[in-house]
C-alpha cells in the first residue's frame, strides 16, 4: 500500500519526519517529499506522481497545516482523487477521518 503523507513543514522537522515514517510504515511504503524527493525531478511533478500512486491519504495536524499552499493542494487533490483519509494528531494517534474535517483547508484561498 502507498501511503502519501502530507505536513507543514514548519510544524516538522526532518528528525520528526523521520519518526512519522517510521511510525507510519506499518501502513505500507511511506511518501513523505522532504525524505523521498528525487533530486532529478521538479518537486510538484514528483507530489503529483506520489499522489497518483497512493492508496491512502495521512494529514499530518498542526497548527500551521491549514495555512500552506502546498497541504491545500494536497489535500484538494486527495479529495479529488477519493483517496481514503487518515489524521495523524498532534499527539501522534492515527484515526480515521472525512475530508469535511479538514474543511479549513479545503475551503482555505492561497
Known sequence: MNVFVSYSRRDNSLL???EIEVRLSHI??????????????????AVIAALGAADV??????????HTPWTRHEVKEAARRGLP??????TGAVRGARYD???PVLNATP
Open 85 to 90: 483519509l487518515l489524521l495523524l494528531t498532534e
Open 16 to 18: 520528526r519526519l523521520a
Open 57 to 66: 491519504f495521512i494529514a499530518v495536524a498542526s497548527p500551521q497545516y491549514p
Open 101 to 103: 474535517e479538514l474543511i
Open 28 to 45: 505500507g511504503e511511506v511518501y513523505i517529499d522532504d525524505l523521498h524527493h528525487p533530486l532529478d525531478v521538479d518537486r510538484h511533478v
